[in-house]
T-cell receptor, first 110, second 117 residues
C-alpha cells in the first residue's frame, strides 16, 4: 500500500480555510485518494475521495495535481466542530484493507 | 445508506473473561469486513480481514487464538476477545466493504470501547 505523510497537527481559527496536504509518492495507477475524519471515541467518517484534478462536495474539496504524488484537503470556513483527526489514505484495487497513518490533528479555536 | 453498527458500544469485563463484539452492515451486503484497534491518541491499527464464509486473515503480531473472528453472513462479523487482560483495553472499530465495491470504499462502525479490569 502507498505510504502517506501528513503534518501531525494544525491549528486554525473559526471561519478560516484550512488546507491539509498529504504526500503519497508511491501511489499506483489504480489507487484512489480518500480522506476520513475521526472524532474522539468514534469511527472514522468518510469525507471525500478523488482520483485526479479536483473533487468538491458539500463539506470539502480535494485537489490532486497531475502527478498524483500529493493531495490537499481543503475545508472552507472551519468551525469548532471541525476539530478532529483527518486521515489521508490511498486505496488499492487488490482487496486489501485500508492502512491508516498517523493522521493530522486539526484544532479549531474561536 | 451504507450504515455499519457495532454492539455493544462499550463494555467492561473482568480479566480472564471473554467478550464478543458484533459488527453489522445494516443496509448493504459486505463480503469483507475489517477489524481495527485504536489506543488513546494513536491511529487505527488493522487487526484482521474477515471474509464471509472463510477464515479471517490476521495481521502480523495479532494472536488469532485470542481474537476470534467469525463472518458467518454477508451482514455480520463478530470479534471475540478471549481471556481478556487489561492490556486488551482499547477502542475496537470495524469497517465493511460493500460487495462489489472498491477496496477503498469502506464504511466504518462507531466503535466499541473495551475496558478490562
Amino acid at each position: 500500500l502507498a505510504k502517506t505523510t501528513q503534518p501531525i497537527s494544525m491549528d486554525s481559527y473559526e471561519g478560516q480555510e484550512v488546507n491539509i496536504t498529504c504526500s503519497h509518492n508511491n501511489i499506483a495507477t489504480n489507487d484512489y485518494i480518500t480522506w476520513y475524519q475521526q472524532f474522539p471515541s468514534q469511527g472514522p467518517r468518510f469525507i471525500i475521495q478523488g482520483y485526479k484534478t479536483k473533487v468538491t462536495n458539500e463539506v470539502a474539496s480535494l485537489f490532486i495535481p497531475a502527478d498524483r504524488k500529493s493531495s490537499t484537503l481543503s475545508l472552507p470556513r472551519v468551525s469548532l466542530s471541525d476539530t478532529a483527526v483527518y486521515y489521508c489514505l490511498v486505496g488499492e484495487q487488490a482487496g486489501t484493507a485500508l492502512i491508516f497513518g498517523k493522521g493530522t490533528t486539526l484544532s479549531v479555536s474561536s | 445508506g451504507a450504515v455499519v453498527s457495532q454492539h455493544p458500544s462499550w463494555v467492561i469485563c473482568k480479566s480472564g473473561t471473554s467478550v464478543k463484539i458484533e459488527c453489522r452492515s445494516l443496509d448493504f451486503q459486505a463480503t469483507t469486513m475489517f477489524w481495527y484497534r485504536q489506543f488513546p491518541k494513536q491511529s487505527l491499527m488493522l487487526m484482521a480481514t474477515s471474509n464471509e464464509g472463510s477464515k479471517a486473515t490476521y495481521e502480523q503480531g495479532v494472536e488469532k487464538d485470542k481474537f476470534l473472528i467469525n463472518h458467518a453472513s454477508l451482514t455480520l462479523s463478530t470479534l471475540t476477545v478471549t481471556s481478556a487482560h487489561p492490556e486488551d483495553s482499547s477502542f475496537y472499530i470495524c469497517s465493511a466493504r460493500r460487495a462489489g465495491g472498491r477496496t477503498d470504499e469502506q464504511y466504518f462502525g462507531p466503535g466499541t470501547r473495551l475496558t478490562v479490569t
